[in-house]
């Protein structure tokens, strides 16, 4: 597989004034900003460090849903483009992110995180309804149990059960699929394998005198598992959807 790394473009999280605000058609969507009116991120891109392999993280136009596909869920759910996302197999590994504009926020300041995704009857076969991307976020857990100051916070989505080929709705983190902690910080809080959101704010609120869980990054990733070949838009953290286009990474502030 050849290696295609997205490039990230445009500036940080300035978001920029909330004029000719105009309304998606999607269910359960946000307001949608005219263009000249989108903060862009310029540090958004193929996070190397985190990533195996020769995959594809590359910001791209559509994908639009299979021939026979119509409705709102046949184009990506935010402008014309997303972040396509492959995978060969196991020995592969890729998160696309941001380094900049997350660090030293509030693990527990987290309210709202998720994402659609085009999923594809080849991802079904090859590793189930479940075999999807992934939520990470790198993150300091300042626990007072463990020394540790790294760890991966990571949301596993549950299996998709709308159609293939095609968008999903938004897919809410905070209520479906797990979530668990990398390295020891996993089992200093029990959450090693799995965990609901609630329970692993819940471990990460210790309270100790090192200070409060803090963001290192924030990414979309996929592997080390199954072969996965797919799109991801309209990323969710607290009050922005980020939406990814072609040229550049979006804010869109949700309604």
Not at 18 to 44: F, K
Not at 74 to 103: C, H, M, Q, W
Not at 195 to 216: E, F, M, N, V, Y
Request: charged share 20%; hydrophobic share 35%.
């Amino acid at each position: 597989m050849n290696a295609r790394f997205g490039v990230s473009r445009g500036k940080a999280l300035a978001v920029a004034a909330l004029a000719a605000i105009v309304t998606s058609t999607l269910s359960g969507s946000v307001s949608a900003l005219a263009d000249t009116n989108q903060a862009r991120s310029e540090h958004w891109g193929v996070i190397a460090r985190n990533t195996i392999g020769s995959p594809v993280a590359d910001l791209r136009d559509g994908p639009y849903g299979s021939y026979d596909k119509t409705g709102s869920y046949a184009r990506p759910p935010y402008g014309t483009g997303s972040l396509g996302i492959a995978v060969a197999d196991n020995t592969e590994k890729v998160d696309f992110g941001n380094e900049v504009d997350f660090y030293g926020d509030s693990v527990l300041g987290l309210k709202n995180v998720g994402f659609r995704v085009f999923q594809t009857g080849e991802n079904i076969l090859v590793g189930g309804a479940d075999n999807l991307p992934n939520i990470r976020f790198e993150i300091d857990p300042n626990l007072t149990t463990n020394a540790t100051n790294y760890s991966t916070l990571v949301w596993v989505p549950a299996a998709l059960s709308t159609d293939e080929n095609q968008w999903s709705p938004y897919i809410d983190a905070t209520t479906n699929g797990h979530w668990y902690l990398t390295g020891s910080a996993g089992g200093a809080t029990g959450c090693a394998v799995s965990c609901t959101w609630a329970d692993i704010k819940t471990a990460l609120d210790d309270s100790g005198s090192t200070g409060r869980p803090t963001i290192h990054s924030a990414a979309v990733g996929k592997g080390r598992d199954d072969a996965w070949v797919g799109a991801v838009d309209g990323l969710r953290i607290n009050q922005n959807i980020y939406d990814f286009e072609a040229d550049g990474v979006r804010a869109r502030r949700a309604s």
